[in-house]
């Protein structure tokens, strides 16, 4: 009896809820929702887990703001008080940087595999231009939140950071000094890079989040032209339940991974930043923006009379246009025909980042 009186008060909170948000026909929405199935549908896992991770990342860092004093007097004491004091407070930090670094990597193998994969096409352009806007957003916040525990790494990596829009012609005096909000690094810079940080970049991601996934549901997953030329035949799956069920491995396998590096190889805090001290030898930015720093540090000082460093920052500034503009540009797979030139352009890429990743951790400094 109590059973059946419980069913019937479910029943009548469903009925509640589904007058006033119109539960039935979110439902049909999802049910109605396929997924193509063919040799490339693992790819089709990584937007899903990189979501997971983000939604991980906005949890652990509400829980870091509850301690965090954004000062330069305090921001690395809070965060040491954090790791020392509060209950698993050293887990939650370790937690929030593991899954910044996994988040990043599953954003990059995403993006290109989707740049491979050729799911750029007609009718996928904004849904592509949305995604560029992500992975930007997502770099902006690895670079902002870099700083917040003002230990000396953070601090002498951000100095040689934010030289680099300085490289910029014209705006580029204008562009460091807005970064920093000084003429040096300083407390006013800790101050706004955590503005940044939890204020002007949540709401600008949940913007250009918001419209991806509404594309993506629009317009549903892409099939490879290779794969839409050989098979007439559409194969696909139900998202509900069974392409949920399988991206709900890829979440549990992320948060496997996380939780071993979070326990075994805990974020540390290092020395507090000291700005009368010289740089340490060796400081090194995270390893997404390492090829850059690397490119910066082979280029020689003037290149036919311009300085080497403007030139790669434009060089950077171009190639992220280029990579905007692709879907317009590869008006060979636009049109449904083969083409190979942008596959291997985007190899090279790949390489590149590799390369000169690998050889920024494994080349001695010269200074």
């Known amino acids: 009896m109590m059973f059946r009186n419980g069913d019937r008060k ?14 039935t026909e979110i439902f049909k929405l ?43 007097e305090e921001a690395y004491e ?14 939650i930090r370790s937690i929030h940087s593991w899954a910044a670094n996994l988040m990043v990597f599953t954003l990059f193998v995403h993006f290109f595999s989707v ?35 003002w230990n000396e790494l953070a ?9 680099i829009p300085g490289a910029v012609p014209l705006v580029g005096s204008f562009l460091r000094r807005l970064l920093r909000g000084g003429d040096d690094v ?21 913007l250009f989040l918001g419209l991806h996934l509404f594309l993506v549901q629009k317009h549903g997953m892409s099939v490879p032209p290779d794969v839409e030329r050989q098979s007439k035949e559409k194969k696909v799956m139900p998202f509900f339940p069974n392409f949920l069920l399988r991206d709900l491995v890829g979440w549990l396998t992320a948060l496997a991974i996380l939780a071993a590096l979070a326990a075994f190889i805990p974020a540390e805090l290092g020395k507090k930043a000291d700005p009368f001290q010289p740089a340490p030898v060796g400081i090194k930015p995270e390893w997404y923006f390492m090829f850059m720093f690397q490119t910066l540090k082979f280029l020689p000082s003037y290149i036919l009379g311009i300085e080497g460093e403007i030139l790669g920052v434009l060089g950077f500034g ?12 590869d008006r060979r797979t636009a049109r449904g025909e083969t083409s190979r030139l ?22 001695s400094p010269t200074k």
């Open 342 to 363: 942008f596959t291997w352009i985007v190899i090279a890429i790949i390489a590149y980042m590799v390369v000169l990743t690998y050889l920024g951790y494994t080349v």
């Open 155 to 163: 601090y002498f990596a951000t100095r040689v950071g934010t030289e």
């Open 115 to 149: 740049l491979l994969l050729k799911a750029y096409r007609r009718p996928r352009e904004v849904t592509w231009l949305s995604g560029m806007g992500l992975l930007g957003l997502a770099l902006t916040f690895g670079f902002t939140g870099y700083l917040l525990p």
């Open 10 to 23: 479910i029943e009548e909170i469903w009925l509640w809820l589904d007058e006033r948000v119109g539960l």
């Open 318 to 329: 171009l190639g992220g246009l280029f990579l905007a503009l692709i879907p317009f540009l």
């Open 78 to 91: 809070s965060i040491q008080f954090l790791m020392t004091e509060v209950e698993f407070g050293w887990l």
């Open 186 to 206: 300083t407390g006013a810079t800790l101050t706004r890079f955590y503005g940044i940080h939890v204020a002007i970049l949540p709401a600008l991601t949940t």
């Open 30 to 72: 999802v049910k109605k929702k396929d997924v193509p199935v063919h040799t490339h549908t693992v790819w089709y896992y990584l937007g899903g887990m990189t979501l997971f991770l983000f939604v991980i990342q906005v949890t652990t860092g509400i829980l870091l703001l509850l301690y965090y004093r954004p000062s330069a």
